[in-house]
C-alpha cells in the first residue's frame, strides 16, 4: 500500500475559471486505490456537515471542460459521482469520513499536492508581479529615481531637490508608486504644500481652459 506522489495527486487537481482548484470522486478513487461508491456513500451520508464553499455543483459546460482535460467523452452525461467538484478544504473533509491506514496515507498526499501547488502558483505569481514592475518602472526615470529613493530612505524633499520635475507631478508619481505597492507605504512622504500645488496648478489649468472658451465663443 504505497502513498500517492505529489505528482499524481495534482494530475486529478482541475483548474477552472472564476473555480477553485478541485477534485471529483472518482479521480479521488483512483489516485488513493479507493472505491468510489464508498466515498459517495459517505459524501451522501454527512453531506450537511460540508459548509458552502466545500464543494460545488459542476455545470454542465464545466462539467464538459472538465471532461475534455481528461482526455474522455465530453458529450457524455454526468454522474453523480463526477457532478461535484471538491475544494482543498472539501477534499480533505471527505477523507475524514474515509477510515483505515490508506485514507491516513490519502490526507497526507493530499496535504502535501495542494501545499505544492499553492507554493509554485505564489511562485508564478510573485515572478509575473516583478515582471510587470520592472516593465513599469523601467519606462520612466523618474518612477526609476522614485523607486531608488525610497530603497536609500531619502525623502520627497531631497529627491526634489536632486531632479527638476514638479513637485506636484513627483508627488502624484510617488502616491501612484505607493498605491500599486511598489515603493513602501512610509517612504517618501509627499509634504502638504505640494498638494496645495497640485491644487493651484489644477486652478490654473481651469481657468486657462475656461479663457479659451470664451475666446472660441467670441466672450473676450
Known amino acids: 500500500m504505497s ?5 499524481g495527486v495534482q494530475s486529478r487537481i482541475h483548474m477552472l475559471p472564476d473555480r477553485p482548484p478541485f477534485m471529483i470522486i472518482r479521480e479521488m478513487a483512483e489516485v488513493f486505490d479507493m472505491e468510489a461508491r464508498l466515498i459517495t456513500r459517505q459524501f451522501q451520508k454527512n453531506r450537511h456537515e460540508f459548509p458552502e464553499g466545500y464543494y460545488f455543483v459542476l455545470t454542465p459546460e464545466e462539467y464538459r471542460a472538465q471532461s ?3 482526455v474522455q467523452t465530453a458529450e457524455r452525461s454526468r454522474t453523480d459521482l463526477e457532478q461535484f467538484g471538491f475544494t482543498e478544504k472539501g477534499a480533505l473533509l471527505l477523507l475524514r469520513f474515509m477510515s483505515g491506514e490508506q485514507a491516513i496515507r490519502a490526507t497526507i498526499a493530499l496535504i502535501d499536492a495542494f501545499t505544492d501547488l499553492r507554493d509554485g502558483t505564489m511562485d508564478r505569481l510573485r515572478v509575473a508581479a516583478f515582471k510587470d514592475q520592472v516593465s513599469y518602472i523601467g519606462r520612466s526615470k523618474m518612477r526609476l529615481a522614485i523607486k531608488l529613493a525610497a530603497a536609500e530612505g531619502w525623502s520627497f524633499g531631497k529627491l ?3 531632479h527638476d520635475w514638479s513637485a506636484p507631478k513627483l508627488g502624484r508619481e510617488v502616491e501612484d508608486m505607493r498605491i500599486r505597492g511598489y515603493i513602501p507605504q512610509h517612504a ?3 509634504p502638504h504644500y505640494v498638494y496645495q ?3 493651484s ?3 490654473l489649468m481651469e481657468i486657462h481652459a475656461e479663457d479659451e472658451r470664451q475666446m472660441k ?3 473676450h
Do not use: M, S, Y
Request: hydrophobic residues 50%; glycine residues 4%; charged residues 35%.
Open 160 to 162: 526634489w531637490d536632486e
Open 217 to 219: 465663443l467670441g466672450l
Open 201 to 203: 496648478e489644477r486652478e
Open 197 to 199: 500645488r497640485r491644487k
Open 188 to 190: 517618501l512622504f509627499v
Open 68 to 70: 475534455a482535460l481528461l
Open 3 to 7: 502513498l500517492p506522489t505529489i505528482a
